[in-house]
């Protein structure tokens, strides 16, 4: 049956990995990092929180090529022992950002998050958990999807459940960042390039089929195939979007 396991449980990311031929579990893999920090000079000095960092790549990769050192947390244990197997010379904590105080010191020069808010239902208090780590004027990156109106009325579900919970409003995008304890600086729409990256992934998805099934079933491909052929759709028809935004940790 279809809707056996979510898209961002480890089976979900593991196929997702795959798929994308990297420990990447968010729209657009290495060109997205990029493009999300490239107003970040780098600076391998700075401390990098990588705040729900799945698998680890994206934290890898910021470290490889020059942003920082990387500090990845996730509440997903099997995918943090994944990560630090896979990326020793990172660091990586299991912990939900909101306790991120208990598990994690202070002090981080930069905060990132690629496709994680989304799927958080008290965004401002995860993003207060997270000013809490950060120096007086840390930057904050903010990677994700935005609801451009309609996509409430007919979410995609994954495994029963809305696959994308809370994606980002934009014109609530300030409140939520000053009541988490940050500044907006910047919103940039990349709503075009997650369509490019979306219909690419759908058909990445369709020509790993064999190895998918070989993995984790035929149901499994069919799922994984159905839930991102949704998001193209909701993309495709506007609903659905995506936006980079930036910020700086506020009382700085
Ligand atoms: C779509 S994945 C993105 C992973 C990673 N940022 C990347 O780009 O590959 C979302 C991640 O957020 C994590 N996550 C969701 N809610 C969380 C929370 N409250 N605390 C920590 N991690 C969380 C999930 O376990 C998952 O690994």
């Not at 994954?158 to 919103?187: N, T």
């Not at 990445?204 to 099934?213: G, L, N, P, S």
């Amino acid at each position: 049956m279809a809707d056996a396991f979510a898209m961002n449980s480890y089976l979900g990311k593991q196929i997702l990995s795959l798929v994308r031929g990297g420990d990447y579990a968010h729209a657009g893999e290495e060109e997205a990092i990029e493009l999300a920090l490239a107003s970040l000079p780098k600076d391998a000095s700075r401390r990098l929180l990588d705040a729900g960092c799945g698998r680890g790549g994206t934290a890898a990769y910021m470290q490889r090529h020059g942003w920082g050192r990387a500090t990845g947390v996730d509440i997903e244990p099997k995918s943090i022992d994944y990560a630090r197997d896979a990326f020793p010379d990172g660091t990586f904590v299991c912990c939900d950002i909101h306790d991120v105080g208990a598990h994690v010191g202070d002090g981080f020069d930069a905060v990132v998050m690629f496709n994680v808010l989304y799927a958080i239902a008290d965004q401002a208090g995860a993003l207060r958990a997270l000013a809490g780590r950060a120096k007086p004027g840390a930057d904050l990156m903010v990677f994700d999807y935005v609801e451009l109106g309609g996509y409430a009325q007919a979410p995609v579900l994954d495994a029963g459940r809305p696959f994308l919970p809370h994606p980002l409003k934009i014109d609530r995008v300030e409140g939520l960042l000053r009541d988490g304890g940050w500044r907006l600086q910047s919103v940039a729409d990349i709503s075009a390039d997650y369509r490019r990256w979306y219909a690419a992934l759908v058909e990445r998805i369709a020509a790993k089929r064999a190895a998918i099934e070989a993995l984790a079933g035929a149901d499994a491909y069919e799922h994984v195939h159905g839930r991102y052929a949704g998001l193209l759709a909701a993309i495709e028809s506007g609903h659905l979007g995506g936006a980079v935004v930036r910020a700086t940790k506020a009382g700085a």
